[in-house]
């Protein structure tokens, strides 16, 4: 990577820290400038890690003999297959997290409803499982 990337992809982050703390100051006081300045954080950040993903992964990787072994393409599907996988994990473990604790206080006041309960944190373990099945399905077709 070269010098003047990695400057620039510096004075990006930086200003995706900047910008959004200067919105925040200058905007009026109420609720509203929270998610101003939330909107513009997201903006910023995801727009430099795309940037990002594209210097680094655009290009081929050579091989000693030559050969080329990576493209873009291989590069944002392994990128793909670890969202796939990390993203359904976090989204299962906010629906197990309400859902088991709401099984729990239900369970202490009527404990028949056991294996009612267990179903509706099973189908919200479930979503991790798909989102595996999916990144396994995505890194077979690399």
């Not at 890690?49 to 392994?78: E, H, K, P, R």
């Not at 179903?119 to 989102?131: H, K, S, T």
């Given at each position: 990577?070269?010098?003047?990337?990695?400057?620039?992809?510096?004075?990006?982050?930086?200003?995706?820290?900047?910008?959004?703390?200067?919105?925040?100051?200058?905007?009026?006081?109420?609720?509203?400038?929270?998610?101003?300045?939330?909107?513009i954080n997201v903006?910023?950040?995801?727009?430099?890690?795309?940037?990002?993903?594209?210097?680094?992964?655009?290009?081929?990787?050579?091989?000693?003999?030559?050969?080329?072994?990576?493209?873009?393409?291989?590069?944002?599907?392994?990128?793909?297959?670890?969202?796939?996988?990390?993203?359904?994990?976090?989204?299962?473990?906010?629906?197990?997290?309400?859902?088991?604790?709401?099984?729990l206080g239900a369970?202490?006041?009527?404990?028949?409803?056991?294996?009612?309960?267990?179903?509706?944190?099973?189908?919200?373990?479930?979503?991790?499982?798909?989102?595996?099945?999916?990144?396994?399905?995505?890194?077979?077709?690399?």
């Amino acid at each position: 990577m070269s010098l003047l990337l990695k400057v620039v992809i510096i004075a990006a982050l930086l200003l995706s820290i900047i910008i959004p703390f200067g919105a925040f100051l200058l905007g009026e006081k109420n609720k509203g400038r929270f998610k101003k300045s939330l909107g513009i954080n997201v903006f910023f950040f995801f727009g430099t890690v795309i940037c990002v993903s594209v210097a680094m992964f655009g290009g081929q990787a050579y091989a000693a003999d030559g050969a080329a072994v990576a493209s873009t393409a291989s590069g944002l599907g392994y990128l793909a297959a670890a969202l796939a996988t990390g993203l359904s994990c976090i989204g299962a473990g906010i629906a197990v997290a309400s859902s088991a604790s709401a099984a729990l206080g239900a369970i202490s006041e009527d404990s028949s409803i056991l294996g009612k309960s267990l179903i509706f944190v099973a189908l919200a373990e479930g979503v991790a499982l798909y989102g595996l099945i999916v990144s396994i399905m995505i890194l077979g077709k690399l």
